[in-house]
Nanobody, 121 residues
């Protein structure tokens, strides 16, 4: 089975930085696009950033210029470098990836368990 494991969440002061990591593991044939989403209480889950196999990226307007998504294809890992953090960035952050397993005929959508990011003084 395929699993996404996140790390790096925690408490940080406004203006600070934090890096989230998400590694896909299991019997993986190929990982296509990967991304980060977040959900704050009472709000819809929203796209934060997404990165494709080509390296192209998409960012939410609210994080442009502050967050950077990257990936390490050799390790099936995606990162989210978050800088200039604001209280409104507080949310549960979820890793997402489109993955084909070795025994699978199709790509499937996978989600991490979520990691809490709290920006507060």
């Amino acid at each position: 089975q395929v699993q996404l494991v996140e790390s790096g969440g925690g408490l940080v002061q406004p203006g600070g930085s934090l890096r989230l990591s998400c590694a896909a593991s299991g019997s993986i044939f190929r990982v296509n696009d990967m991304g980060w989403y977040r959900q704050a209480p009472g709000k819809q889950r929203e796209l934060v950033a997404r990165i494709y196999t080509s390296g192209s990226t998409v960012y939410a307007d609210s994080v442009k210029g502050r967050f950077t998504i990257s990936r390490d294809n050799a390790n099936n890992t995606v990162y989210l470098q978050m800088g200039s953090l604001k209280p409104e960035d507080t949310a549960v952050y979820y890793c997402n990836a489109v993955i084909r397993g070795i025994a699978s005929m199709t790509f499937r959508d996978y989600w991490g368990q979520g990691t809490q990011v709290t920006v507060s003084s």
